[in-house]
């Protein structure tokens, strides 16, 4: 009983601190993309504005819908994977193991900080049609309609993306597997190849 208790205890802590973790780098992130935001973004036109947010809303939706499949994925799917070699079952079957930390990062902090750049983006669009408005009735209405047009997109794209996501969990998280065994750990068993060719 004892030990269960101290392995419950651990889990716990283990959580509070991976929580305490994203909270400081959501933070961190926040700020840093806030005040992007306001120095860069601010000086876009309108047109690259809406290029900027259309950006901001599929990235968005593409980690969101990599949370939803991480968490719907089969564990079991990806060690029979990995038992028949495939390529980046191995990081595919991490990140199902690690899916409470990776969805919380790809839908809560990216969505985050995409819902901050594509605001700013949407301010961008709002001070430039309103410098040649002078009605402020007018200007409130196509702050509105700007504000409510990028939540509307954002939504309508994520309900879109669920459905396809949690169906199609398994193939999208070992195609993201792949894609990071391919970036990151292809260099390295590139160069580990070189080192034992010259030793």
Same mark, same amino acid.
Request: net charge positive; proline share 1%; aromatic share 8%.
């Given at each position: 009983?004892?030990?269960?208790?101290?392995?419950?205890?651990?889990?716990?802590?283990?959580?509070?601190?991976?929580?305490?973790?994203?909270?400081?780098?959501?933070?961190?992130?926040?700020?840093?993309?806030?005040?992007?935001?306001?120095?860069?973004?601010?000086?876009? *036109? +309108?047109?690259? !504005? =809406?290029?900027?947010?259309? @950006?901001?809303?599929? %990235? /968005?939706?593409?980690?969101?819908?990599?949370? #939803?499949?991480?968490?719907?994925?089969?564990?079991?799917?990806?060690?029979?994977?990995?038992?028949?070699?495939?390529?980046?079952?191995?990081?595919?079957?991490?990140?199902?193991?690690?899916?409470?930390?990776?969805?919380?990062?790809?839908?809560?902090?990216?969505?985050?900080?995409?819902?901050?750049?594509? *605001? +700013?983006?949407? !301010? =961008?669009?709002?001070?430039? @049609?309103?410098?040649? %408005? /002078?009605?402020?009735?007018?200007?409130?209405? #196509?702050?509105?309609?700007?504000?409510?047009?990028?939540?509307?997109?954002?939504?309508?794209?994520?309900?879109?993306?669920?459905?396809?996501?949690?169906?199609?969990?398994?193939?999208?998280?070992?195609?993201?597997?792949?894609?990071?065994?391919?970036?990151?750990?292809?260099?390295?068993?590139?160069?580990?190849?070189?080192?034992?060719?010259?030793?």
């Amino acid at each position: 009983m004892k030990n269960k208790k101290v392995k419950t205890t651990a889990l716990e802590v283990k959580r509070y601190k991976w929580a305490f973790k994203m909270f400081i780098i959501s933070l961190c992130l926040s700020s840093l993309f806030s005040l992007f935001s306001q120095t860069v973004l601010s000086q876009l *036109g +309108a047109v690259i !504005a =809406c290029f900027t947010i259309a @950006l901001f809303i599929f %990235i /968005s939706v593409v980690f969101d819908m990599i949370g #939803i499949a991480v968490t719907s994925a089969d564990e079991d799917f990806f060690k029979t994977q990995l038992a028949q070699n495939v390529p980046g079952s191995e990081v595919a079957l991490r990140l199902k193991k690690n899916s409470e930390k990776v969805c919380s990062f790809c839908a809560d902090v990216v969505g985050d900080i995409c819902g901050i750049l594509s *605001g +700013a983006a949407g !301010a =961008c669009i709002i001070l430039s @049609l309103a410098r040649n %408005i /002078s009605h402020p009735s007018i200007v409130v209405l #196509i702050s509105t309609l700007v504000s409510s047009l990028i939540a509307g997109l954002t939504i309508l794209f994520k309900a879109l993306m669920k459905g396809h996501a949690i169906k199609n969990a398994n193939k999208i998280i070992l195609k993201l597997g792949r894609i990071i065994d391919k970036i990151f750990f292809y260099k390295r068993n590139k160069n580990c190849k070189k080192t034992v060719d010259k030793d």
